[in-house]
T-cell receptor
Framework: DGGITQSPKYLFRKEGQNVTLSCEQN?????MYWYRQDPGQGLRLIYYSQIVNDFQKGDIAEGYSVSREKKESFPLTVTSAQKNPTAFYLC????????????FGEGSRLTVL | GDSVTQMEGPVTLSEEAFLTINCTYTATGYPSLFWYVQYPGEGLQLLLK?????DKGSNKGFEATYRKETTSFHLEKGSVQVSDSAVYFCALYLYDMRFGAGTRLTVKP
């Protein structure tokens, strides 16, 4: 079945360590997004990519990095520079021709110990 | 930048009550507008959308009208059910998808 797969579902990290969250989609979608969801703050945009080898910063990109080497993959690295990384991270995508609906992965919960 | 502001919750209603969740937007152009819903333990899913001024989106008894003059897209339902308990997010798309903070709705029997 087509969909978006995020992994891992749960991740624990020590302070000072970088961690990479995986996002893979087999929907043939052009655009992919990373959001951070915190209680009471909704979804805040970290990075997005409309095409391969191109991406743009969202509102809270500091301390994060991404790559888009393949259409189906958009990994997010949470670096040690991110001051408050404990959060729920959501990946989403939509086709270029229809921006009407974002398809979401199940999310990854990162906890920094 | 482009942004969405929605009414803060939580909102608690009795079954069959009328629901309104306010949403206003700020955008440099003419965005498409959306309502997404997140049921307990589930991922976000699209509830309804409108792509131009005066369009009305509707689904599952929910409605929202794209009002350019007031830059609003308020969500309404005439008679809520317990199964409508969820978090509702207003969102806009111009160059990327931006979400509001979410409004938690609890419907009591």
């Amino acid at each position: 079945d087509g969909g978006i797969t995020q992994s891992p579902k749960y991740l624990f990290r020590k302070e000072g360590q970088n961690v990479t969250l995986s996002c893979e989609q087999n929907l043939n979608h052009d655009a992919m997004y990373w959001y951070r969801q915190d209680p009471g703050q909704g979804l805040r945009l970290i990075y997005y990519s409309q095409i391969v080898n191109d991406f743009q910063k969202g509102d809270i990109a500091e301390g994060y990095s991404v790559s888009r080497e393949k259409k189906e993959s958009f990994p997010l690295t949470v670096t040690s520079a991110q001051k408050n990384p404990t959060a729920f991270y959501l990946c989403a995508s939509h086709p270029k021709t229809d921006t009407g609906e974002l398809f979401f992965g199940e999310g990854s919960r990162l906890t920094v110990l | 930048g482009d942004s969405v502001t929605q009414m803060e919750g939580p909102v608690t209603l009795s079954e069959e009550a009328f629901l309104t969740i306010n949403c206003t937007y700020t955008a440099t152009g003419y965005p498409s507008l959306f309502w997404y819903v997140q049921y307990p333990g589930e991922g976000l899913q699209l509830l309804l959308k409108a792509t131009k001024a005066d369009d009305k989106g509707s689904n599952k008894g929910f409605e929202a009208t794209y009002r350019k003059e007031t830059t609003s897209f308020h969500l309404e339902k005439g008679s809520v059910q317990v199964s409508d308990s969820a978090v509702y997010f207003c969102a806009l798309y111009l160059y990327d998808m931006r979400f509001g903070a979410g409004t938690r709705l609890t419907v009591k029997p």
